[in-house]
């Protein structure tokens, strides 16, 4: 018992060290639970049911249009119109979306005015679409997202149930390229941390603890006029955390569901459409959904290093401990670590269809680091397709 005792207290010890990689998965994973899906939710819609405008703000789209509104058009619902706002793109959108329209009456294609100032341009082009729409309800589509043919009719069939004023959904994660493969389930493991399941979500009781997928927002019409629709939100960042958040303060019920079975979403396709995309976002968007207040915006830079720094650190003692820059103790300690940050890794690229490319956790937390490091830097200042803004938050 004598010579087991060091070897012992080394072990334990090293737990110690080692208890933040241990313990931060075990909440994310609690925090996960609930999740509720359209899968769950009846498919058939009465032939007497509201008139539904999708509305689809597309600027250089050209590679996902097509598929986009003709997933749309193949709804299994009864009365569907699609409209598609042309920002001003220079790739031919427009010409594309119009080919699809000649094809089918239900789809028109409009073109959106100049861009005013004080508005980004997503919110303009949403609110261009909204201004031509007849339904009584609304659904906002990217145009990067494919539309399975029993999205509309068990999203509306899932807001009636709920009574909600509001429903979004969130979709499936298309990953084709190797960089999307490595980064995507690093970023969307934060969110998942930041926000839990979608009925932790619902069950919240504050504005900031509230949030919206803007791949997919489906919206009764009167309870956007009533907000001010997207002219509400025309200098937000993430313009979708910020609609489900004044709609809860103003008493609209709001709900979240998954529905990887109904929506795809390839958001981005290249390694710098994933920097530029997630450096537009993640600090300037994400600083708006941080509770405390003024507090929680102050340190909400540090906060945004957490994740890729501690995905890292254990790493960096372990080469360190190789040239025996660092103790025993703490290399066992980072061994621990390690282990830990694999399995939780594992977990989170299988969730996202990729398990393959666990082992490239590291290199995917690097490149979260770097993008996290220079959207900080831009602080409130965005770009994206190239026009520039400056969020509200820095007024």
Known sequence: MITQFPESAAWLHALGDAAFWLVAPLVVAWRMRGSRSLDDEPLHVPDDAPLLSV???????????????????????????????????????GDLARRVAAEDPRLRVVDNPTLPAGWMGKQWACATGAAHARGTLLLFADADTTHASDLVPRAVNAMRARGADMLSVVGRQELGSFWERVVQPQVFAVIAGRFGSTERVNRARRARDKIANGQCILIARDAYDALGGHASVRDRVAEDLALAQRAFVAGRRVSLVLGHDQLATR????????????????????????????LGQL????????????????LVVLVLGAFGLVPPGLVLAAAIATAAVLVWSLVVYTSMGVPRYTLAYPLGAAVLLWIVVQAVARGQRVSWKGRAYLSSAAK
């Open 55 to 93: 509305i689809v703000p597309a600027r250089d789209e050209a590679h996902n249009i097509e598929r986009c509104v003709r997933s749309v058009l193949a709804a299994r619902y009864p009365r569907v119109e699609v409209i598609v706002v042309d920002d001003h793109s220079a790739d031919g959108t």
């Open 267 to 294: 958001m981005y396709t290249s390694l710098g459409e994933l920097v530029a995309g997630w450096r537009k976002n993640m600090y300037a968007g994400g600083r708006e959904a941080m509770p405390f207040g003024g």
């Open 299 to 314: 340190v909400f830079p540090l906060l945004l290093l957490i994740p890729p720094l501690m995905s890292l650190a254990p």
